[in-house]
């Protein structure tokens, strides 16, 4: 269990701010477990298991982002359906030993594989899902090709995985009231990939903020991500939340500084090198490399940085 003063010393003391708790290279923390990580409680029955900070494979069993739970007192509520039926089973086998309270509700942070493949679980346990009206339709579109990857990369860890969309969706916000928790779940606006969706706690200024923020690993831009959108969104949005305690959608727990700095700050960096590289006349073979040095230490670095380059190249082009 994580200690508030441990956790403080991490928030505060700057621990992660070099990605010392980085886990790209580790592969595997939780051998006893299909979990990459054994959940952690990050403050008082908020808790964590963090996933690899690597693109999902079969040794971290798609567990590369972060799957966490609210033990409200009533019931718990699950962030994140999970990549697989069995990963999402392997987080429920850890909900069962901290509390007898069963999960009531499920959220989905967006379409991705790896937030909505383990919807399969949790619908046979009749665990209904909550999730945006975008992050639904991307499910809808994508969610075939999502499960057809996942089998090809998890192998036998895909087992009884399928498409299971949400049962219930929101607009702009959705407020649950359970146990000792008052929870919004949050629609902010575009950023990484359609139906971002983050998980207030405003008693507690914890904000579980799905793939909104990042930390310890570069972030990837996908061809639908918005990216002067998702600065815009942070700015007028996720910001003035004023969260001290942020559970990001990749990485460690932290605060809101450390993922502005490796989220915002780095979307406003490359975007200023494209910009810079485009005002001098550059194509698009060159604007893969521009300097990102600066973000070198960060873990995914060498998969991402060039790709990020080029998709906010075809962005800004026509901006």
Do not use: C
């Not at 708790?21 to 580790?26: E, F, M, N, R």
């Not at 727990?253 to 993922?259: K, L, R, S």
């Not at 960096?269 to 230490?297: C, F, W």
């Amino acid at each position: 269990m994580m200690s508030l003063r441990l956790f403080a010393s991490l928030l505060f003391a700057g621990v992660a701010a070099g990605g010392a708790l980085a886990a790209q290279t580790i592969p595997d923390q939780y051998p006893a477990s299909l979990l990459y990580s054994k959940p952690v409680e990050v403050i008082p029955h908020v808790w964590t298991a963090i996933g690899q900070t690597a693109p999902p494979t079969y040794e971290n069993a798609g567990h590369n982002n972060n799957l966490s739970f609210i033990v409200t007192g009533d019931g718990v509520v699950v962030i994140n359906g999970g990549g697989s039926y069995l990963l999402a089973q392997a987080l429920h086998d850890e909900i069962k030993k901290i509390t007898d309270q069963p999960v009531k509700l499920v959220i989905d942070e967006n379409g991705q594989g790896h937030a909505m493949l383990g919807n399969s679980y949790w619908s046979e346990q009749q665990v209904p899902i909550l999730a945006h009206e975008e992050t639904a339709a991307e499910i809808e579109r994508n969610g075939e090709q999502a499960l057809i990857a996942a089998r090809q990369r998890l192998k036998e860890r895909a087992d009884m995985t399928f498409i299971k969309g949400p049962d219930e969706t929101f607009q702009d916000k959705k407020v649950v009231e359970m146990g000792d928790f008052t929870i919004e779940v949050l629609y902010l606006g575009p950023a990484h990939s359609p139906g971002d969706t983050q998980v207030w706690l405003p008693e507690q200024k914890l904000v579980i903020s799905g793939d909104m923020a990042f930390h310890e690993r570069l972030l990837p831009i996908f061809a639908d991500t918005e990216t002067a959108a998702w600065v815009e969104t942070w700015e007028n949005e996720f910001e003035k939340l004023g969260a001290v305690y942020v559970i990001p959608g990749h990485g460690h727990p932290t605060n809101m500084a450390q993922v502005r700095r490796y989220t915002y700050d780095y979307l406003v960096y490359l975007r200023g090198k494209i910009g810079e590289h485009l005002a001098a006349g550059g194509d698009l073979k060159d604007a893969y490399y521009v300097d990102q040095s600066p973000y070198a230490h960060l873990d995914t670095f060498e998969e991402l940085a060039t790709r990020n380059a080029g998709r906010v190249f075809e962005q800004m082009e026509f901006e």
